[in-house]
């Protein structure tokens, strides 16, 4: 299959000449749930940024569709297809769920109440409490509308920045079965995450990130029963 995304030899950072990303290497297909795992520091919220424009590579490429995408503004990589949720600030506290989508759609010229009515269905309980402040909101439910809103363009690849950061047991499981059915719905997904067995367990691929550069990269499954993969990241032992 062709590669939607495919990110190539990049170097990125937040400070000019210091790099985060050293020459990292990354792709996925259309429909891939595709999981960044690795320990703090790695750059894994750093490629994210990255990928969607908000920071600007100092070498490599990112092609999205065909198109090298590296200085592209994130404005402009919406409307390409992709969209991007952070770990936090993630929604507009003072606005309604309902508002919070309708702000999600800001680019289309038309309609946006059919997108609406997927989100939805895909998502009750913000159905059941539209009018409510999204300030209100637990984290879980935070979680569910920012990933709402992102879809509300009916993007082709979907960012995820660390979903269940902060989030209780039970609402990660819940918000991790939410992004398992947006992907079975055709969206491709990135997944940067520190629950990194969780993540691993749902993902066609992973990527292992140390020290800014792609050291591992496998299938979900290959990468829960390497001996190294489970030592340093998920907390188990091969005797």
Do not use: W
Request: proline share 4%.
């Amino acid at each position: 299959m062709t590669n939607l995304l495919e990110v190539q030899d990049v170097y990125a950072g937040y400070i000019k000449d210091l790099n985060i990303l050293q020459g990292i290497n990354f792709r996925i297909e259309s429909h891939e749930l595709v999981t960044v795992i690795g320990p703090n520091g790695a750059g894994k919220s750093t490629l994210a940024k990255t990928i969607f424009g908000l920071l600007t590579p100092n070498e490599g490429k990112i092609i999205f569709k065909g198109e090298n995408i590296a200085g592209l503004k994130p404005n402009e990589i919406v409307k390409l297809g992709m969209c991007y949720v952070p770990q936090i600030v993630n929604v507009f506290p003072s606005l309604t769920i309902e508002e919070n989508l309708e702000m999600g759609a800001y680019i289309l010229s038309g309609s946006s109440n059919r997108q609406k009515d997927l989100i939805y269905t895909m998502f009750p309980k913000l159905k059941e409490r539209a009018k409510q402040k999204a300030g209100t909101l637990s984290g879980g439910e935070r979680q569910m509308l920012a990933m709402g809103r992102a879809l509300m363009l009916d993007p082709d690849l979907l960012i995820l920045d660390e979903p269940s950061a902060a989030l209780s047991p039970i609402l990660v499981s819940s918000v991790f079965e939410q992004i398992k059915a947006i992907n079975e719905a055709g969206k491709a997904i990135i997944l940067v995450e520190q629950n990194a067995k969780k993540a691993l367990m749902m993902a066609h691929r992973g990527y292992v990130l140390e020290s800014g550069k792609d050291a591992i990269e496998g299938k979900g499954s290959d990468l829960l029963n390497n001996p190294q993969v489970g030592e340093l990241y998920l907390g188990t032992s091969h005797n």
